[in-house]
């Protein structure tokens, strides 16, 4: 079975503070993507990597940042944490061409 | 760009009658396709994808999906519903032919099956 880990269920954080969401896979994925979800707004794409240090934009990357420096770790960095990004955030893995993505528990981080 | 539309927000449907969700897209070339659900505090778990080929595809749970090219459609089936099935709904979409492609979700459809 694939595995996505991400580090932590639930994140309490103040206005303005760095904020760095983990996520792990065990599945040699070359793909790895950060969503956050939001009622009404399903899922919306942060940040893809589609391989160690490559990385694209997704349709809301303002206010994100990411880092891919190993395969199998894809993180997501908050620069200034704001209320706005109070959401649930999910990792997703893939492997390239066809494959569907397997996902991760989800971090619910609420801002404050 | 790439698109999914779920038109509807919610589906209500009595136990033992069939269901159908909702889904169009938009995407250059051609479509890799896939359902998603999800249970309350629960992860997305994958239902099913269509890649090539037939355009009727199964997938978990006794459900199906029908690709239609032409109306850029993959509107998700199930010929008899359980209460069981109540959840939350994703259709996503992924650009075929690229070794980096990304995949872009709707907003998601809530089916609600009444006893």
């Known amino acids: 079975d694939v595995k996505v880990t991400q580090s932590s269920r639930y994140l309490v954080k103040r206005t303005g503070e760095k904020v760095f969401l983990e996520c792990v896979q065990d599945?040699?994925?070359?793909?790895m993507f950060w969503y956050r979800q939001d009622p009404g707004l399903g899922l919306r794409l942060i940040y893809f990597s589609y391989d160690v240090k490559m990385k694209e934009k997704g349709d809301i990357p303002e206010g994100y940042s990411v880092s891919r420096e190993k395969k199998e770790r894809f993180s997501l960095i908050l620069e200034s944490a704001s209320t706005n990004q109070t959401s649930m955030y999910l990792c997703a893995t893939a492997g390239q061409g066809r494959r569907e993505a397997f996902f991760g528990q989800g971090t619910r981080l609420t801002v404050v | 760009a790439q698109s999914v539309a779920q038109p509807e927000d919610q589906v209500n449907v009595a136990e033992g009658n069939p269901l159908t969700v909702k889904c169009t897209y938009s995407?250059?070339?051609?479509?890799?396709l896939f359902w998603y659900v999800q249970y309350p505090n629960r992860g997305l778990q994958f239902l099913l994808k269509?890649?090539?080929?037939?355009?009727l595809v199964k997938g978990s749970y006794g459900f199906e999906a029908e690709f239609n090219k032409s109306q850029t459609s993959f509107h998700l089936k199930k010929p008899s519903a359980l209460v069981s099935d109540s959840a939350l709904y994703f259709c996503?979409?992924?650009?075929?032919?690229?070794?980096?492609?990304?995949?872009?979700f709707g907003s998601g459809t809530r089916l609600s099956i009444r006893p």
């Open positions: 995407v250059s070339g051609n479509p890799y």
């Open positions: 996503a979409v992924r650009r075929a032919g690229s070794s980096a492609s990304k995949i872009i």
């Open positions: 599945m040699d994925h070359e793909n």
């Open positions: 269509y890649i090539t080929g037939d355009n």
